[in-house]
Structures are given as structure tokens and as C-alpha cells.
């Protein structure tokens, strides 16, 4: 099946066979490394990107579903004048250890600020719950994006 979208902000295009998930679209065809495969199960995070801005878990999703939508990844994020907020929050507060969880997260918190630019600590704990970091930096994460939000207001 030949396939169209919008990925991280420009035009995507793959033929994709029958049983292929987006996220073997991805970083396969596409040759993107952000999304990364965790359980397969749609219950880590670690595949985790944005369909039409909300986010979603793409290990399961078929490749289909992103036909003439919006798809983002972590590599969307930053520009190559300098990194996203929360990329430099999350550098900044030392969220990260092993990085397997972090493009997920932070996908879905740069969607969480867009919905809410001024979250409240239960909102970013919310935001991040279908998440699991096994390094314990969770405490961290939820700082770098409170940080963030407070930097990109100002």
C-alpha cells in the first residue's frame, strides 16, 4: 500500500506492506531513530509519537492509519538553530539516564504544552503515566517539563 503524510512538518511518502506498524514504518523506511520499540504491547511509551497532535503509541498502529495525517516524532521537535525547551530542560535537569524512554516522553509532553502551556504538576504526572522509565528519573522528567513550560511563557 503506497502511503502519504506529514511527518515532523514535511511531506512523507512509503509503500508499506500489508501488517507493517507505523513505528517499523518509521524507523525502517523513514530511517528515523527517535521511536523506540519497547513491548510492542502499546504499554511502555517508548514508541510513543503524535497523530494529528495527540499522542499515541505506534507499535501496534498500522502503518495505514497515518495515510493524509499529521505524524511527529522526537525528531521534530528542536531546530537546527537550537533544541526544543524541553530538550534543553530535560539536559538541564538531567532527566535522562538510559534514554530508551525520552523520545516517547518528550513527545508527549511538547504535546501537553501545546493543549496547556501552564501545567500544574498532577497535569505533567498525567501527561507522562503511560510512560515507564526503569531508571527512577520520573521525578526529574516532571521538573525539566515544569521548567519548560515556565521558559517558553516567559
Request: aromatic content about 4%; hydrophobic content about 45%.
Amino acid at each position: 500500500m503506497r502511503l502519504a503524510f506529514t511527518l515532523n512538518g514535511a511531506t512523507a511518502a512509503l509503500e508499506a506492506p500489508e501488517g507493517m506498524t507505523l513505528l517499523q514504518a518509521l524507523r525502517g523506511p523513514l530511517g528515523l531513530s527517535g521511536p523506540r520499540f519497547g513491548c510492542g504491547a502499546e504499554a511502555c511509551g517508548a514508541c510513543y509519537v503524535t497523530l494529528d497532535g495527540q499522542p499515541q503509541p505506534s507499535c501496534a498502529l498500522p502503518a495505514e492509519a497515518a495515510q493524509g495525517r499529521q505524524v511527529g516524532t522526537v525528531e521534530g521537535l528542536g531546530t537546527p538553530a537550537g533544541p526544543h525547551p524541553l530538550q534543553a530542560a530535560f539536559l538541564m535537569e538531567q532527566a535522562g539516564q538510559c534514554g530508551w524512554c525520552l523520545s516517547g516522553i518528550l513527545v508527549s509532553a511538547a504535546a501537553l504544552l501545546r493543549r496547556n502551556p501552564a501545567p500544574d504538576e498532577a497535569a505533567v504526572r498525567a501527561a507522562l503515566e503511560p510512560h515507564l522509565c526503569r531508571c527512577g528519573a520520573q521525578n526529574r522528567m516532571i521538573r525539566a517539563v515544569l521548567c519548560a513550560a515556565k521558559e517558553m511563557r516567559a
